[in-house]
């Protein structure tokens, strides 16, 4: 039972922001999203991770709906080097049990 | 730098033999250690949690006796499919999670290609 929904694909021009939207409408108080990527035949990336504030760190920006329903995440300037399967995930908030429940993702590629 | 390392990055392998697929955990002990398959065009599928010093968890609907899990030490867990067949060649990743700066952090070796002809 899939917890997130994701687009399937979605274009980006090079040297542009680049906005991937998550939905998780059935979040819980006391769960996380998380974001990751796979770049092909290699595995998952951590990009981001944040409970009900907005994170931002030096690879991407994760922005969250007040009513924590939704998220966004941002790439600032995406780069060739960023087309890649992008995966946004909810996992409680326990820490021990690290296994993530993984989507279909968005497969986003960016464009020159 | 990684903090997750798989051995092998591939491996080819005959039909009815076996292979191991080690996942060290670099920076940090970890008492827990997860396997992943993903096939092409797919998504990545949890197989088992592998548990330091016991037995591993494995999901529904996969052979414990087909993919053996040993996590013998705090960095070090390997994963054994055995009599392999040809259905088994897959992408196979393993993560770590680990409570790091006060933020629960998962990473994921580099995967390991195997194909079995």
């Known amino acids: 039972d899939a917890k997130t929904t994701q687009p399937t694909s979605m274009d980006c021009a090079e040297g542009r922001a680049a906005n991937l939207p998550c939905n998780h409408s059935t979040i819980s108080g006391n769960e996380y999203v998380y974001w990751y990527r796979q770049i092909h035949s290699q595995g998952p990336q951590y990009i981001i991770h944040?409970?009900?504030n907005n994170e931002t760190n030096e690879m991407a920006s994760l922005i969250i709906t007040e009513d924590r329903k939704s998220s966004t995440l941002i790439l600032p300037h995406a780069t060739l080097r960023d087309t890649a399967v992008y995966y946004c995930?909810?996992?409680?908030?326990?820490?021990?049990?690290?296994?993530?429940?993984f989507g279909a993702g968005t497969t986003v590629t960016v464009r020159a | 730098g990684a903090v997750v390392s798989q051995h092998p990055s591939r491996v080819i392998c005959k039909s009815g033999t076996s292979v191991k697929i080690e996942c060290r955990s670099l920076?940090?002990?970890?008492?827990?250690m997860f396997w992943y398959r993903q096939f092409p065009k797919q998504s990545l599928m949890l197989m088992a949690t592998s548990n330091e010093g016991s037995k591993a968890t494995y999901e529904q609907g996969v052979e414990k006796d087909k993919f053996l899990i040993n996590h013998a030490s705090l960095t070090l867990s390997t994963l054994t499919v055995t009599s392999a067949h040809p259905e088994d060649s897959s992408f196979y990743i393993c993560s770590v999670g680990a409570l790091r700066q006060g933020r629960n952090t998962i990473y994921f070796g580099e995967g390991s290609w195997l194909t079995v002809v």
């Open positions: 995930i909810v996992r409680p908030i326990v820490t021990g049990d690290y296994k993530l429940s």
């Open positions: 944040g409970l009900k």
């Open positions: 920076d940090f002990q970890a008492t827990t």
